[in-house]
């Protein structure tokens, strides 16, 4: 008997934590569940997906014969075509075949894409680029990424790592003197103006370990040397948006992820500057899909996908 696929299962693997989800095939999500990404890399991080996620359907009795397929994010570089992750530092992966193996224990169609890419996707589906076809989406969490939607299409670029705007040089003394990156591996805007980057900064100033979360509760307490830090990090993220659309010519910037959320305070003065230095001024937005832009992502990925194939 052939069961009608009436659902899509979809993946936000991030650095700290791993949210599952199962959505029916209009897009309503239907359930969720978290799991805490070090417990998860103690073993082997595909089996332990494919069990929650069987989990997940017992729970409705849903046969996976009623499943289109399963939708991932990833952060790092993906080769979505083959779904092989060629780089995740954070997950210390390299060439790893994500798809293959889920493809074999769960007997069903997967699609992988790069966590930012999916979360522009999340946004186009239900969130602040709906209606949009050419936008710039910026998360800035604990690192930065950027998300490039061309004439209403995700742009991957030549080697699957477009929108990699972490590396980006936003200060020409880099050139002569080179820098000290906030963590291994990390580029120059991700060191000045991520979550962990802003972080070292202000610990290098004061001593003090804060979190990023931590960090913009004193700047709203007035604690000076947090307010010198954000307010460096927010001169470089308006750099790197002055270039980026001076380039693309987006209609909307959008930001998101944690620290993305908190920059509220300071849309005014980006705008003021984007208005002064290029030729036509995007709309700047922060987005409202809180954790979730990715998760939605991934299920429009395998919906998009399921559709094409």
Not at 277 to 289: A, E, G, N, W
Request: proline fraction near 3%.
């Amino acid at each position: 008997m052939n069961l009608v696929k009436k659902y899509i299962l979809a993946v936000d693997i991030g650095g700290t934590s791993i949210e599952c989800g199962l959505f029916d095939r209009s897009g309503k999500l239907l359930s969720t569940s978290m799991l805490h990404t070090m417990e998860v890399m103690q073993g082997d991080v595909a089996e332990q997906l494919a069990e929650e996620l069987r989990r997940k359907l017992d729970d409705r009795g849903i046969l996976f014969e009623e499943v289109y397929g399963l939708g991932i994010g990833v952060p790092g570089i993906v080769d979505a075509e083959n779904g092989l992750v060629l780089k995740a530092p954070s997950l210390k992966w390299d060439h790893y075949p994500l798809k293959e193996k889920l493809q074999r224990l769960l007997q069903v169609p997967v699609y992988i894409g790069n966590d930012v890419n999916n979360g522009l996707l999340g946004e186009v589906e239900v969130g602040g680029l709906q209606h949009v076809s050419h936008a710039i989406y910026m998360m800035i969490g604990t690192s930065i990424g950027v998300g490039l939607l061309l004439n209403g299409e995700v742009y991957e670029g030549h080697q699957f790592s477009a929108g990699e705007a972490s590396y980006m040089i936003t200060d020409k003394s880099v050139l002569r003197e080179g820098f000290q990156p906030a963590r291994s591996g990390y580029g120059f805007l991700s060191s000045k103006a991520g979550g962990f980057g802003m972080a070292n900064e202000y610990e290098k100033k004061t001593g003090k370990s804060v979190s990023a979360q931590e960090l913009f509760s004193l700047v709203k307490k007035g604690n000076k040397a947090a307010i010198n830090v954000v307010d460096q990090a927010v001169e470089h993220l308006t750099s790197s948006l002055i270039n980026m659309t001076a380039i693309l010519n987006p209609e909307v910037i959008l930001l998101g992820g944690g620290v993305g959320r908190e920059l509220s305070p300071y849309l005014e003065k980006i705008e003021e500057n984007l208005e002064k230095y290029v030729p036509h001024k995007p709309k700047l937005r922060i987005s409202s899909m809180q954790n979730r832009s990715v998760l939605y992502g991934a299920f429009s990925l395998c919906r998009k996908q399921a559709k094409s194939t």
